[in-house]
C-alpha cells in the first residue's frame, strides 16, 4: 500500500496499431502478468458495437477466421511496457488514455 500511494497516475498504458501487427506473439509471450491473449477473431464473442468497429476494419465481407484480435486483460496489466519494447515493428506504444463514465437515471 506503501508503494502503490506512491503512484502518479499518469494513465500510460499499451495502445496496439492493428495495421502494423504482424501477429508474432512476441507481446504475448514477454508480458509477465500474462494478460494478453491471441486468438481468431472466429472465437470471440461481440455485441453490436465491437461488430460495427470490426466490419469497419476489416470489411463486411471479411471471413473472420483469417482474421485475428489481441485481447487484453486490463485488470491484470502492469503497464510495464515490455510489449512495447518487444514489438519488433513498433506496433505497441505506450500513451496516456483516459476516460470517463457518465452515469444516467432511467
Ligand atoms: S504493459 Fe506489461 S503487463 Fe501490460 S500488456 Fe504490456 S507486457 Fe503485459
Ligand atoms: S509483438 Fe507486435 S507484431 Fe508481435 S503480436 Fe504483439 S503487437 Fe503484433
Redesign the pocket.
Known amino acids: 500500500m506503501r508503494e502503490a500511494s506512491r503512484c502518479l497516475d499518469c494513465g500510460v498504458t499499451p495502445v ?1 496499431d492493428g495495421s502494423r ?7 504475448a509471450d514477454v508480458c509477465p502478468t500474462e494478460c494478453l491473449k ?1 486468438i481468431s477473431l472466429d472465437d470471440v464473442e461481440f455485441d453490436t458495437d465491437i461488430g460495427q468497429m470490426i466490419d469497419s476494419s476489416i470489411g463486411k465481407d471479411a471471413e473472420l477466421g483469417e482474421n485475428s484480435a ?1 485481447l487484453k486483460d486490463e485488470d491484470r496489466c502492469i503497464r510495464c511496457s515490455l ?1 512495447a519494447i ?4 513498433d ?2 506504444s505506450m500513451e496516456r488514455v483516459t476516460f470517463s463514465t457518465n452515469w444516467s437515471s432511467v
Not at 501487427?21 to 507481446?27: E, H, Q, S
Not at 518487444?86 to 515493428?89: D, E, G, K, L, N
Open positions: 496496439f501487427c504482424v501477429l508474432c506473439g512476441g507481446c491471441l489481441i510489449c518487444r514489438c519488433p515493428v506496433a505497441i
